[in-house]
Every structure is written in C-alpha cells, then in structure tokens.
C-alpha cells in the first residue's frame, strides 16, 4: 500500500492484478480503506448494516441493481447504495474497473465469513 503524502498511480496498481471481485487496498483515508477493483459478471446480493457501499466507476459500466429498480453507472459516475440497502452489482458489458471507499474491515458481501480477504497492493 502506498504511504500516505505520496502520489498513487490507479491505472498501475488495476494493472498488477487480473482477478475479479477482489479489491486491493490502495491507501488509508480517515479509517478507511481506499481500493480498487476488477469485476466482471455478477456478485451476490447483500447489504452492509454499519456502512453506505461507494462505488466510483473508472472504466466500464456497472449495473446497480437494487431490489425495485437497477440503476447503471458510467466511467466517470459514482454511486453511493445506503447502508442497510439490499443491491447486487453487475458488469455484464464487460470488465468495469473501480475505486471503492469503506470503513476498514468492512466485508465485501456484508457478511465476514464469505467475505473476499482483504489485500493491500
């Protein structure tokens, strides 16, 4: 992970990895991690109790799925779900690359045990 007073170059840190829904921590903001990620097809449904789930689309076009509409994000859009709000996130037009803000420790599919391990790059 990068120190904190020093420059991160996004593009490098997405292009030392290839494998999706993994996000890799980038640096640390108040508490928080702040991560980048390579998705492709579909996640899981879930929701985060403790925290809202930001999404800051790179590249690509993410579908927001939500449990009474879906909404698409674009390169260059953020989306932020509430916390407590059931969604599901899909690439289906191909990879979408982003950078993502959450409180540190935060489970990526709202629950610790089927949670992808947290990764610093």
Known sequence: ????????NLAQKLASFSDRWSPRAVAAFNGHD??????EGEFVWHSHADADDF???????LDV???DRVER???????????????????????VEMLLIEPTGTPNTGDA?????????
Do not use: D, N
């Not at 702040?34 to 998705?39: D, R």
């Not at 709000?85 to 990879?95: D, K, L, M, P, Y």
């Not at 045990?113 to 790059?121: D, F, G, H, L, S």
């Open 34 to 39: 702040v991560m980048v990620v390579k998705v």
């Open 113 to 121: 045990a089927t949670a992808a391990q947290r990764k610093e790059i």
């Open 65 to 67: 799925e939500l449990r």
């Open 55 to 61: 999404f800051f689309v790179l590249k690509g076009e």
């Open 1 to 8: 992970m990068t120190p904190a007073g020093r420059p991160i």
């Open 73 to 95: 994000a674009r390169a260059g859009e953020i989306f932020v779900v509430p916390r407590g709000v059931e969604h599901r996130t899909a690439a289906r037009q191909g990879e």
